[in-house]
């Protein structure tokens, strides 16, 4: 079946430190790939996506490559601010679109000033 | 821009009262979704409506009652809720059933 998975959190780094998180899946042929996020009291927001193998999604800073080859869609800031302190979570969107979109268990982020 | 608008923003409800929550989205999208959110766990995915007919219903109890009255509108009808009902209600859109588009939510207390 479809799943995804990622690293555990919470993640705390200081501020203008560089962001990972990794993000795997396990899914049949190419799903679309999310990454929300959801910042404290909120609901969640689409920070990007890649459709295909070897997209790059980009957005405020954040990137993320769909790795077919390592089933993979980790995701990566070169400079984080205390402002994305936040939940991350990745997503995948199987091929059939009758079948529901899989969450991961989401990583808490906390940046120190 | 997405926008998906939920109202109310909180809810404070006993275990005997009827409550609803809305929602509304302006985007033309022809799917919409309920989705389930407790602390510090990813959403659970309860409906989905899809051009304005329930397509999918994920095994959920029947004290919650969705409603489609048309393309732009979302409802969830709460009647006889449980403590554990407590949570933050996610509504969100669709227009391909692929990239999701979430409101801010509804955080529900039930007491």
């Known amino acids: 079946g479809n799943s995804v998975t990622q690293m555990e959190g919470p993640v705390t780094l200081s501020e203008e430190a560089f962001l990972t998180i990794n993000c795997t899946y396990t899914?049949?042929?190419?799903?679309?790939l999310f990454w929300y996020v959801q910042y404290p009291g909120e609901g969640l927001q689409l920070l990007l996506k890649?459709?295909?193998?070897?997209d790059k999604g980009s957005n405020k800073g954040f990137e993320a490559t769909y790795r077919k080859e390592t089933t993979s869609f980790h995701l990566e800031k070169g400079s984080v601010q205390v402002s994305d302190s936040a939940v991350y979570f990745c997503?995948?969107?199987?091929?059939?679109?009758?079948?529901?979109?899989?969450f991961g268990k989401g990583t808490r982020l906390h940046i120190l000033p | 821009d997405t926008e998906v608008t939920q109202t109310p923003k909180h809810l404070v409800m006993g275990m005997t009262n009827k409550k609803s929550l809305k929602c509304e989205q302006h985007?033309?999208?022809?799917?919409m979704y309920w989705y389930k959110q407790k602390a510090k766990k990813p959403p659970e995915l309860m409906f989905v409506?899809?051009?304005?007919?329930?397509?999918i219903n994920e095994s959920v109890p029947s004290r919650f009652s969705p409603e489609c009255p048309n393309s732009s509108l979302l409802n969830l009808h709460l009647h006889a809720l449980q403590p554990e009902d407590s949570a933050l209600y996610l509504c969100?859109?669709?227009?391909?059933?692929?990239?999701?588009?979430f409101g801010e939510g509804s955080w529900l207390t039930v007491v």
């Open positions: 985007m033309g999208h022809r799917a």
């Open positions: 899914a049949t042929g190419y799903p679309s």
């Open positions: 890649a459709t295909k193998a070897d």
């Open positions: 997503a995948l969107s199987p091929m059939n679109r009758d079948d529901k979109i899989i």
């Open positions: 409506y899809s051009y304005e007919k329930l397509s």
């Open positions: 969100a859109s669709s227009q391909d059933q692929n990239t999701i588009y």
